[in-house]
């Protein structure tokens, strides 16, 4: 590193942390990088290793390994947890920046299989504008159990059954959306998003510890990345690709970091102009600006049922599995900005009633046979049309037309919203 780019007092820090380490002092070129362990330990320690000796191999180079707390798939579906995800995201990014300043780093490599984890630990780096790379080792896949808990439910499999199946087993990993996109702006190496086990994935290790290196010597920081033209070309790059928009929800929390004004409109603005065939945009007297709708195969037929609204996703899934929600009925969840909701989607496809069911939220979900509008804007917090749905008003759900309507006029959602007590999400970290 170019010692003469920090100040007296930071510059004499950093030579006498490489004279500790063995490491020559007067050199100009001899950064220093961060490897964050933000997985499960024992399952992630080869692979730092690789990381380490990816880096080694192209420099000589101080390397500082840590580990911090993940956010797993049980902890990012958990009703008493899910609440959590928007405070633990920025611990994450506090997690990085102190990471950074304590080890005076000057490029980062983040190993986890976690997208809330990533996106804070990114969000941290673009911060202090650290050049990053991410290797992710691709993200539990939960949904085959959790249909299995909804057949428990249907009498068609029981709890005995289910424990036998979980013995001993892990869960798959899958292809996130999240780090698909994230590769397609380079902050991975080439295929590491896909779903890799054993020397593929040592490979990616080692690759990613060499892009580090070349990433900080050329100081290719996330700001550089991460620009407006960027954000275009990778919400165009999900849509045309049919990939899973839910990862774009994370993505925007890491651009909206930078100087640069990016919202969700511009993705309904690219639905609306390249007319993807598996995502609608939908507008309508249920929500005040709009909201989406991802499907997989055909279009699915128009849906009308009345609301059963709840708060959060511990309520809404006793009441699924308890069999309190009839048929033709439309599952509200508000106040999950942030939240992945699949967890409900795939309650009610195990209970064999993906067809009877639909959901509307504020949140993200992954694409299911379940009918699910998502990204509701204005969210709840907000106070607006969606967050004043109620118990038993009739909604509608039109993926052809692109509407979501309601039964009840503007003037009694205004006279809700005076008496709706919602407040602001709070920061629990």
């Known amino acids: 590193m ?19 380490l063995g490491m020559p002092v007067s050199s100009r070129d001899n950064p220093s990088i961060a490897v964050i362990n933000a997985c499960d330990i024992d399952e992630g320690k080869n692979l730092v290793q690789n990381v380490v000796a990816g880096i080694r191999m192209d420099a000589d180079m101080s390397v500082f390994v840590h580990n911090v707390p993940y956010f797993g798939y049980a902890d990012k579906v958990n009703p008493m947890t899910a609440k959590f995800t928007e405070s633990f995201r920025r611990t994450s990014a506090t997690n990085a920046k102190a990471i950074i300043k304590t080890c005076m780093a000057d490029g980062v490599v983040i190993v986890t299989g976690c997208e809330v984890t990533a996106a804070g630990l990114l969000e941290g780096c673009l911060e202090i504008n650290c050049p990053a790379v991410v290797l992710p080792l691709g993200v539990e896949d939960a949904s085959t159990v959790l249909q299995l808990e909804g057949t428990v439910t249907s009498g068609k499999i029981t709890s005995a059954a289910i424990d036998e199946i979980l013995q001993n087993q892990h869960l798959p990993r899958v292809q996130s959306s999240f780090f698909i996109l994230l590769e397609k702006l380079g902050f991975c190496v080439p295929s590491a998003s896909t779903n890799k086990r054993g020397g593929r994935q ?22 550089k990345i991460l620009t407006k033209q960027a954000w275009q070309d990778v919400v165009d790059f999900c849509l045309t690709g049919n990939h899973d928009i839910s990862g ?26 390249t007319s993807p065939s598996n995502i609608a945009r939908l507008t309508g007297t249920a929500v005040g600006g709009y909201a989406f709708c991802q499907f997989n195969g055909d279009k699915p037929a128009a849906f009308s049922g009345k609301a059963w609204v709840y708060q959060n996703l511990e309520d809404a899934d006793r009441a699924i599995h308890g069999g309190n929600v009839p048929n033709k009925s439309v599952v509200v969840l508000q106040n999950c900005l942030g939240m992945d909701i699949s967890c409900i989607a795939n309650a009610i496809i195990g209970m064999g009633r993906a067809g009877d069911i639909a959901i509307a939220t504020d949140g993200i ?8 509008v998502t990204y509701a804007l204005p969210h709840s917090y907000e ?18 037309k692109g509407r979501f309507n309601t039964n009840i006029l503007s003037k009694e959602l205004k006279t809700r919203a005076k008496r709706n007590t919602t407040k602001k999400p709070g920061m629990y970290f």
């Open 202 to 223: 040592a490979m990616c290790a080692l690759e990613a510890g060499k892009s580090a290196v070349n990433i900080t010597r050329d100081i290719r920081t996330p700001k």
């Open 383 to 400: 106070n607006e049309e969606f967050a004043n749905i109620q118990n038993g008003d009739l909604l509608e759900i039109d993926v052809v």
């Open 365 to 372: 979900c992954e694409s299911t046979e379940v009918l699910t």
């Open 2 to 20: 170019n010692f003469n780019t920090l100040s007296p007092t930071a510059r004499v820090l950093k030579k006498l942390q490489n004279y500790t």
């Open 248 to 273: 774009l929800y994370l993505l925007s929390v890491i651009f909206s970091a930078t100087d640069n004004k990016i919202s969700l409109d511009q993705v309904g603005e690219r639905i609306q102009k």
